[in-house]
Structures are given as C-alpha cells and as structure tokens.
C-alpha cells in the first residue's frame, strides 16, 4: 500500500463522519477540522520526504493496516480494577483512566484540586476555550502526518491546567482491550502556568494480548514562565500492541521540562520528542531505557531547538537489545542564532546481546551562533567479557551476571526520576524484565475478563 492510500483511507472515512457528527466541544472540532484541512498537503509532501525514522516506524507503515476505528464514539469497555494491578501500585496520585479511546475523570480533578484542574477535551469550560487554542496553536504541525491523523480520528482527549504544585502527580493509565484489530487516537494537553510544579505519569497497559492495536498518541506541552514539569511515560503492554507517540512542547522563560521516558515491553514503539526553547533559562532534560528482544522495535527521536539565551539541556538515552530486536535512536540539538550560552549534551548508549540484533544512531547538532558549549555520541557495543568472566569466577552463573550487568547499565537512567516511590518501583521493574518474568499486562490478562464501565 502506498503512502497517499495508507492515510487516505482515514480521510475518507472522516469524511462521512463530519456529515454525521455529534462529537462534542469546540477544542476537538477545531482538531478535527484542522487536520481534515491539513493533510491531503502533508501526505503529499510526506511522498518525496526522507524520513530519519526506522523503516517499520514510518508512519505509512504503522497506518497501513486494516484497523477498526471507533469513528462513531461508542462508549468503550474495560477492567478498571484489574487495569491498576498493571499500574505504580504503591504511588499515591490522582488517578484518570482512558480505555480505548474513552475517558474516566474524577468529579475532584474537574472541579480543581490541589493546584491542578483536569477536563475532558470535549467538556472544556467555555472561560478556558481560548486558552486551549492558545496552546494547541503553539505546539500545531501542520506537516507531521502521524500527528494529524490523531486530530482527524480523535473523538475526545483530556486537559490538564497545572496551577499550583500538587501533592500527587497525575497518573493517566491507557487501557486497550478489544476483540478486534483498533486504532485508538489518544491526546493529552498539559498547561503550566507560571511558578507551577507538577508530575504527570502516563502508563500504556493491554488487556487483550492476541489483538492487534496501533496506539496514536500525541501530548502538546505548554510551559510558562518559571512553570517546572516532570513527565513519566512507561510503555508496558503486549508485542501486539504497536504505538505512535509525538510530544511537542514550548518553554517560556526559566521554565524546566523533565522527561523519562521507559520501554519494558511492546511491539513496534515510535516516538518523536520536539521541544522548542523559546525563552532564556530554560532547562531540559531527557531520559530513556529500552529493553527489546524478539521482534520489538523502538525508535526515540528528539528534535531539541534552543532559540533563547543561557539554556541547559541534558540528553540521556540506552537501550539493551536481545534476539531480533531492532533500536533507533535520532537526535538533534538545534542552536538558533541568537541563543548564546547555550550548554547542551547528549548522550546515546546501547548493549547488544547476541548477533542479530540491531541498533542505529545518528546524534546531530546544528549551532548557529557563537559562545556555546555543545557536545553530543552514541556508542554501541556488548557487555564487558572481562566483567562477566570475573563475576563467573566468584560463583555468579553467566545469566545473573549478564542481568546485574545489564541493570547496572541502566540504572543511571532510573536514578533520573525524581518521584521516589517510582523510581524504586522502576529499579524493580527493570529487574523483573531483565530476568525474564513476564510483564504485568501478561499477568493481569487472564483476570481482566469482568467489564466495568469507565463512563
């Protein structure tokens, strides 16, 4: 299939929805619309792109395939309770669930609590409706196919205004669970006003294991002045379930994004991170781990562009890669003319365990001016051979020693979560996958049978 007949299936099926709409709310209309309008130009300038993603998470291949669309918004099914043996058991936070592609909300968060009010996209207050075009207006892309396709089959999504500094972070759990193939267009707009902090924590579950599923994911990020966030994103589903993931975010002045971002179990995973610096003293971090093996695939990318002056950005990324597994990692730090003092780094680490496992990295910088400090590797390589045959001679058989080394190699990435109960709780997480102890999704599969309504 061609890449103008793999989206266009959507438009033309989008098609017959707007003559029968009853979706609800501006904010989602006006993203409906947008892309509608959008795309017939973006899929024809995708033809003649070079595209830097791996070839099985180009967007044309990911959309391809004959997936069910919940074009008509039915309301979706799911185990609520059973979803939360998947989740951070230990973590106390406010918890929001979205199965397929349908949305659960506490009364609480609605109504504002703690310094934080979150809304269903289709149930914005009328005083917040510019604020929420204000903001999708600054993270819009009128050429990423991926993410207009989210806006074309997006039937609702959810809004979080962080206004103060909550106690609990924000835990949105996405449930798939369907009898047959789907694509579940899911999105998230944070909004920090200035002088805020907040901890949002995304968790990506199945339910139904043997079904296929294309996840299109898309966060718009916010930041104003002063304003801090921590965002967590921990991918744990099933080698069924595939996912397109674009965050696009904009920082104010002495803003701070915190990004980690954790592959433990899935099937193909793209994900593009586009963060814009457009005030001075900005800080930026970015970390992430995968573990893959059999047939997995996870591709990170991260368009990072400082356009302001005495911006900090610090770029963490590692993968260990097993059996057929195949890693992609592109990054480019861009430094506008104008942006002076800007100290960026950026670091690409991957082990390869066996011979047919595969990973590609193309760390980029672009600078444009003067009075910077810049550096950016990659490196690719297998487990120290003298570390393990030390470790064999203490008595430590060569499959611990590989998982201790392993989870040695990954450890500093996990020491990036500032939220202490998570971070303990990623440390075990790791662990469990190192040691080949089946994820919670395939645990939880067998008792998420009951239904309960998430409406």
């Not at 003293?281 to 368009?303: C, F, K, P, W, Y």
Request: net charge negative; hydrophobic share 40%.
């Amino acid at each position: 299939m061609s890449a103008a007949e793999a989206f266009g299936q959507y438009l033309e099926l989008c098609r017959a929805r707007r003559e029968r709409s009853s979706l609800r709310g501006e904010a989602v209309r006006m993203l409906n619309d947008e892309a509608f309008r959008a795309l017939p130009a973006a899929i024809e300038a995708y033809r003649g792109k070079s595209l830097d993603c791996l070839a099985s998470c180009r967007p044309d291949v990911l959309f391809a395939p004959d997936y069910g669309v919940n074009i008509d918004a039915l309301a979706m099914y799911a185990d609520v309770a059973a979803s939360f043996r998947c989740g951070i058991p230990q973590l106390q936070s406010n918890l929001v669930v979205v199965a397929n592609d349908c949305i659960h909300i506490p009364e609480h968060l609605a109504g504002g609590t703690d310094g934080i009010e979150v809304y269903r996209l289709s149930e914005i207050p009328a005083s917040l409706t510019d604020e929420v075009a204000d903001v999708l207006s600054r993270t819009a892309d009128s050429r990423n196919v991926a993410m207009l396709l989210n806006g074309l089959l997006l039937n609702d999504g959810i809004y979080v205004r962080i206004t103060g500094t909550p106690e609990r972070p924000l835990q949105i759990v996405n449930i798939f669970r369907s009898d047959m193939p789907m694509l579940t267009a899911r999105r998230i707009i944070v909004h920090g006003l200035s002088g805020c902090h907040g901890q949002v924590l995304l968790c990506d579950h199945s339910q139904s294991p043997e079904v296929n599923h294309l996840n299109s994911q898309v966060a718009d990020i916010v930041l104003e002045r002063d304003a801090h966030l921590e965002l967590y994103d921990i991918e744990e589903s099933c080698a069924s379930t595939h996912r397109v993931f674009n965050c696009n975010t904009v920082q104010e002045e002495a803003s701070s994004f915190n990004v980690n971002t954790n592959f433990l179990s899935g099937g193909t995973s793209s994900n593009t991170w586009h963060i814009d610096t457009v005030g001075p003293r900005t800080e930026t971090h970015l970390a992430g781990l995968a573990i893959a093996s059999q047939d997995q695939t996870v591709d990170n990318r991260v368009i990072l562009r400082h356009s302001s002056t005495y911006a900090l950005s610090r770029q963490l990324f590692k993968y260990a890669l097993y059996d057929n597994a195949h890693g992609g990692f592109g990054g480019r730090i861009i430094v506008e003319e104008g942006a002076e003092y800007t100290d960026a780094a950026q670091t690409d680490r991957n082990i390869i365990v066996g011979d047919t496992a595969h990973m590609e990295a193309s760390p980029q910088l672009e600078i444009y001016c003067d009075e910077v400090k810049c550096s950016h590797g990659a490196t690719t390589g297998q487990l120290d051979e003298r570390a393990l045959f030390y470790m064999q001679t203490r008595g430590i058989p060569l499959d611990t020693a590989r998982r201790m080394l392993t989870q040695a190699f990954m450890a500093d990435v996990v020491e990036q979560v500032r939220c202490e109960v998570l971070r303990q709780r990623l440390h075990i997480l790791v662990e469990k996958r190192l040691s080949g102890a089946p994820g919670s999704c395939e645990k939880c599969a067998g008792a998420c049978h009951g239904q309960t309504s998430n409406e």
